[in-house]
């Protein structure tokens, strides 16, 4: 028997009980109706029929409750219980089919095949995705294949004897590649991992330098890919209210509110300049300095073997030529599409209600994504080729490899994407903001804003979705906080409270994503450093706690009761500094790259 006669047998049996997840919701027929009720229209007296209205769809949020908290509670729970990704990620899924369907079993698989996990793998976003995830692994494949990474660890690395230096660099060269989270993480992956190998770094640790430089620098940034959505996020908010849309530069005015970012990447220089950890990561980096054992024993990690080095002569430029090329066309292509979107005919903006900031806000960074990583990885062949460090056949096979490197990534992120669909489908962001709206006050609107988000981006795995729910919600609610009669929308909106609030959105959506098992940024960095998955969350999850608690402590809770940002920024960041140098104890004393 086929695949296919399999397939086609589980749809006849599911389709007799099976009719879509709102099924429950269809009307009955009008068969139903008595004759003598349904009259015709033309015996009404002569009065012109009047068309029903058409029920109203009731909110997810409302139809499934606390059953829409299923899918992210089973994928959460499972992985923590049973250390297996993939099967938790499935059970979460097929768990949201049954909750679509009514506990019913075959038609639950259906649906969580038809309208949940095809969906998810389909979405042109997320293919554009797992095309550069493909792609990059390519890219970094042949690089590491004809020696062009060794070169360039070498060079960038030349002075990283320490295990304080080396994570030093890995933090530093996260502020490069600024411009987007996913391109930090794949990129920096491959380029660190045999330097932080040579010093004994644990994968552990590499994951966490990639995951905390990612997308708080990304979210930061002034351009990058992230700017447009949060624009977009609060746009809605203020125009829900009447208001105008969210200017760039009131955008830039919620920068200093993003306490958790900022903490983070001062708690990870702390760390990488004591050589100091506490907690799993310290367990991690001593099995690894002293061992030499740089993954968990029995542990699973995320990407597949490494590439096998070709004995030929390092050379820089096959590292640096498909690196300048992913760099280039990235920020081109984006220039480009933000530039036709604007309507621009020259390569610079030119009219009266155009300017750089709304070209970088209009780009597509999707297509300069793919485009960019293609090319690259092309490139990384040419090079390959015509430096001799490779053959032609040589280098297909490298490029094959890399990208194949990258196939259990990428089932990891359909299913996590699928979570997500599920929760989309059932309302779970709406239903916890639900929850959590008795309980808002104008004083405490910062840090329940802040713990709203985390929890709905750790159940979600997606910052971004996060925003989209989150921000409009909040920005209603503090505007009736907050004001007053007579107070317009523009001096609401300047209040150091509303600004606090956005800002708390925008960082608990990335804290969220940084503790979450089924977040895609967190298997990218499992995947991009080689690590376990699980290893890397349990490892991460206290970093980010602890910083997240700072941010509440030190930072939205004081900006509710109106204490300046410009105080609570260097409170926070000295005491993550003295968390690290009390809490913390020194891995090791003196390693060097010749230990």
């Known amino acids: 028997m086929t695949l296919r006669t399999v397939a086609l047998l589980l749809v006849?049996?599911?389709?007799?009980?099976?009719?879509?997840?709102?099924?429950?919701?269809?009307?009955?027929?009008?068969?139903?109706?008595?004759?003598?009720?349904?009259?015709?229209?033309?015996?009404?007296?002569?009065?012109?029929?009047?068309?029903?209205?058409?029920?109203?769809?009731?909110?997810?949020?409302?139809?499934?409750?606390?059953?829409?908290?299923?899918?992210?509670?089973?994928?959460i729970g499972l992985a923590i219980v049973f250390r297996q990704v993939l099967f938790a990620l499935l059970a979460g899924v097929y768990g949201a089919g049954l909750v679509l369907t009514g506990g019913e079993p075959l038609s639950a698989f259906r649906a969580m095949c038809t309208d949940l996990i095809q969906p998810a793998a389909v979405d042109d976003y997320h293919v554009v995705t797992l095309l550069f995830t493909f792609f990059l692994g390519a890219m970094v494949g042949v690089m590491t294949r004809s020696g062009g990474t060794t070169a360039l660890v070498n060079w960038v690395g030349g002075r990283a004897r320490t295990r304080e230096r080396g994570q030093l660099t890995g933090w530093g060269l996260g502020f490069l590649v600024f411009f987007d989270d996913y391109a930090n993480m794949l990129l920096l992956g491959g380029t660190l991992k045999p330097l932080t190998d040579r010093l004994r770094i644990s994968r552990e640790k590499l994951a966490f330098l990639i995951d905390s430089t990612a997308a708080p620098v990304a979210g930061l940034a002034a351009v990058s890919t992230w700017v447009g959505v949060e624009i977009q996020a609060i746009s809605e908010g203020f125009e829900a209210l009447g208001g105008e849309q969210a200017t760039y530069a009131y955008f830039l005015e919620t920068i200093p509110y993003r306490f958790y970012p900022?903490?983070?990447?001062?708690?990870?220089?702390?760390?990488?300049?004591?050589?100091?950890?506490?907690?799993?990561?310290?367990?991690?980096?001593?099995?690894?300095?002293?061992?030499?054992?740089?993954?968990?024993?029995?542990?699973?990690?995320?990407?597949?073997?490494?590439?096998?080095?070709?004995?030929?002569?390092?050379?820089?430029?096959?590292?640096?030529?498909?690196?300048?090329?992913?760099?280039?066309?990235?920020?081109?292509?984006?220039?480009?599409?933000?530039?036709?979107?604007?309507?621009?005919?020259g390569w610079w903006p030119s009219g009266e209600d155009s300017s750089v900031r709304l070209v970088v806000e209009k780009a597509d960074s999707f297509t300069a994504l793919l485009i960019a990583s293609l090319a690259a990885s092309l490139t990384a062949c040419l090079t390959a080729a015509a430096t001799g460090a490779l053959k032609i056949g040589g280098t297909a096979e490298s490029w094959v490899a890399g990208a194949q490197g990258m196939f259990p990534v990428a089932v990891i992120l359909i299913l996590a994407w699928s979570v997500g669909q599920a929760c989309t489908v059932l309302g779970t962001g709406p239903y916890l903001a639900g929850v959590a709206e008795p309980y808002l006050s104008a004083h405490w609107l910062p840090a329940l804003g802040f713990v709203l988000a985390a929890a709905i981006a750790f159940s979600i795995g997606s910052s971004w979705t996060t925003m989209a729910i989150v921000i409009p919600l909040l920005i209603e609610l503090g505007a009736g906080l907050i004001g007053s009669p007579g107070v317009g929308i523009a001096a609401i909106a300047a209040e150091p409270a509303m600004l606090g609030t956005i800002g708390a959105v925008l960082a608990g959506a990335i804290f969220g994503d940084h503790c979450s098992p089924i977040s895609d940024t967190t298997v990218l960095s499992s995947a991009a450093s080689g690590c376990d998955h699980l290893d890397h969350v349990s490892t991460q999850m206290p970093y980010a706690a602890t910083v997240g608690l700072i941010a509440l402590a030190c930072g939205y809770v004081p900006v509710g009761f109106g204490v300046p940002a410009w105080i609570c920024l260097p409170i926070g960041l000295a005491v993550c500094v003295a968390v690290v140098r009390l809490v913390g104890r020194p891995v090791t004393a003196g390693l060097t790259n010749d230990a």
Do not use: C, H
Request: zero cysteines; charged letters at 20%.
């Open 12 to 75: 006849a049996l599911a389709g007799t009980t099976y009719a879509g997840p709102l099924a429950a919701q269809e009307p009955e027929a009008s068969a139903t109706v008595p004759a003598d009720v349904a009259a015709p229209a033309e015996e009404l007296d002569g009065e012109e029929p009047v068309a029903e209205a058409e029920p109203e769809e009731t909110p997810a949020a409302e139809k499934y409750g606390a059953w829409s908290l299923v899918p992210p509670l089973v994928a």
């Open 262 to 345: 900022i903490y983070l990447l001062a708690f990870v220089f702390a760390v990488a300049w004591t050589g100091r950890d506490f907690g799993p990561m310290r367990r991690a980096e001593v099995r690894a300095a002293t061992t030499g054992q740089l993954t968990r024993p029995g542990s699973s990690p995320a990407s597949a073997d490494e590439v096998a080095v070709e004995d030929a002569q390092p050379k820089l430029i096959n590292a640096l030529a498909p690196i300048a090329v992913l760099v280039f066309l990235l920020a081109a292509v984006m220039w480009a599409t933000g530039l036709e979107a604007t309507g621009e005919a």
